[in-house]
């Protein structure tokens, strides 16, 4: 019975590490060389085009991490910085910035209606699907797919990053793929309404 206990605890301990959870605890420890652009705890950026890393999901900000440090997603800013570090060190970074709380702006009035409008509805006329579809009505992303919390994150910010997959600058995978068409058929003003309202949801 004895062995039995021990070989279900080791197993699970086994299944534990083989889907390599992060440690928000020890990924703090590596957190300082981000706060330089991110801020403290990574709620703060430093410029509004930097992201807030704060509650994004764990998955998602650990493919990010993966896909900088490969290459496969150029940051320049982000150049060397994670050259040391390993994918358990990236998975406890994970951790650590999905565990803080994230910090909501304030949305541009004059483009929250247009924007609430795209983000929950889309637009029929020219195939864009609704936002809230794979991000969540709240903006509270998908943690089990990989899609991230959008919710309070910086409209500069989003602004960017939707014109890097209108432009193809952002495609290197399957999920980047579809945010890469869906942002074909945004026109700017779309883009800024509806990265304005995210930057508000909450």
Same mark, same amino acid.
């Given at each position: $019975? ?67 440090? *490969? ?13 040391? $570090? ?92 579809? $945010? ?18 995210? *930057?508000?949801?909450?």
């Amino acid at each position: $019975m004895k062995r039995l206990i021990a070989g279900v605890v080791l197993g699970v301990g086994l299944t534990a590490m083989a889907h390599g959870a992060g440690d928000p605890a020890a990924g703090e420890q590596n957190a300082a060389v981000c706060a330089g652009c991110h801020g403290q705890g990574g709620g703060k950026p430093v410029m509004a085009v930097y992201p807030k890393l704060t509650g994004l999901g764990e998955k998602y900000l650990f493919n990010q991490l993966v896909d900088i440090k *490969s290459g496969d997603r150029s940051v320049p800013e982000m150049t060397g910085l994670l050259s040391a $570090m390993s994918e358990q060190d990236m998975r406890d970074l994970a951790a650590y910035y999905n565990s803080q709380d994230m910090v909501v702006g304030q949305a541009n009035p004059d483009l929250v209606e247009q924007g609430a409008a795209l983000y929950r509805g889309g637009n029929m006329a020219t195939g864009v699907p609704a936002c809230a579809g794979c991000h969540n009505p709240k903006g509270i992303g998908n943690e089990p797919a990989g899609y991230p919390a959008l919710g309070g994150q910086n409209a500069e910010y989003i602004t960017k990053q939707l014109q890097a997959y209108r432009a193809g600058e952002r495609a290197t995978t399957a999920n980047a793929g579809i $945010m890469a068409d869906v942002a074909s058929k945004l026109t700017d003003a779309e883009i800024e309404a509806v990265a304005n309202y995210v *930057s508000g949801l909450n």
